[in-house]
């Protein structure tokens, strides 16, 4: 009765506020059959990190790319936006959610329909020449010939998210940083909280006055710290619920 009468709360909560930032990580993806990188069945338990270091992948870019290519695309790139992404775009084309942060980089947010979206920690389905900085599409360039150049000036490609070693990319972090100042729901779904610098964000908007409604299977970091309203369980299943009960509102 309490997680229904916590819905419910959220729900209403949501319907009323002003300003609502989604921030989202590995856990909305996971009902997509993306596996989260850490944890019992993450990636790191089957594929060696240093792939997905800066310095080794200008060293070793083959071999990273021979990793990059089965991670990314073969794997990753079949999968599609589960039901939780999918209520999320329809809460913001409600005008209820005004934009969403993510951890992710698998593009899902977009594909579902979200317009507003910012990319921590970048996008796999943008590649980047590491010479002009010129920008594809994943889907337009052939990873049959490893590792991919450019076409214009034949350097290597890289996928256009962030390895170890590199920063988060300016224009999103700012955008984020400006959410924490600006909303007055933080809807933190699928994360452990621990990433850093992406587990600040939370923080800072709770820090500003924020509510913190949290979906997750578990509790995070976050759970017996900053959130007001824990909602343990799948995040497709308690959105779907919230959004039921919105449309009754």
């Not at 709360?9 to 930032?21: C, M, V, W």
């Not at 989604?22 to 338990?45: Q, Y």
């Not at 079949?78 to 992710?104: D, F, G, R, S, Y």
């Amino acid at each position: 009765m309490k997680k229904k009468n916590d819905i419910t709360r959220a729900a209403k909560i949501i319907n009323t506020s002003k300003h609502i930032t989604v921030f989202t990580g590995a856990g909305i993806s996971v009902e997509s059959g993306i596996p989260p990188f850490r944890g019992k069945n993450g990636l790191w338990n089957k594929y060696n990190p240093r792939f997905l270091e800066i310095e080794y992948f200008f060293s070793n870019p083959l071999e990273s790319w021979k990793v990059i290519k089965e991670i990314f695309y073969d794997f990753f790139g079949k999968a599609k936006p589960n039901e939780a992404h999918n209520v999320i775009a329809k809460l913001e084309k409600k005008n209820i959610v005004k934009a969403v942060i993510t951890q992710n980089i698998d593009n899902l947010h977009q594909e579902a329909g979200s317009k507003t979206v910012y990319e921590f920690h970048g996008n796999s389905q943008k590649l980047v020449c590491t010479k002009c900085q010129s920008i594809y599409n994943a889907r337009d360039i052939h990873l049959e010939n490893l590792p991919p150049l450019c076409e214009k000036c034949n350097s290597l490609l890289k996928p256009d998210f962030i390895f170890f070693g590199e920063g988060i990319p300016e224009y999103a972090y700012k955008k984020s940083l400006n959410e924490t100042n600006i909303a007055n729901v933080f809807l933190v779904i699928g994360t452990t909280g621990k990433i850093m610098p992406a587990c600040m964000i939370p923080q800072y908007a709770k820090q500003n006055g924020a509510i913190i409604i949290e979906i997750n299977p578990e509790a995070s970091a976050y759970t017996n710290s900053i959130t007001d309203i824990f909602l343990q369980g799948k995040a497709s299943e308690i959105l779907r619920n919230i959004h039921q009960i919105i449309n009754l509102l």
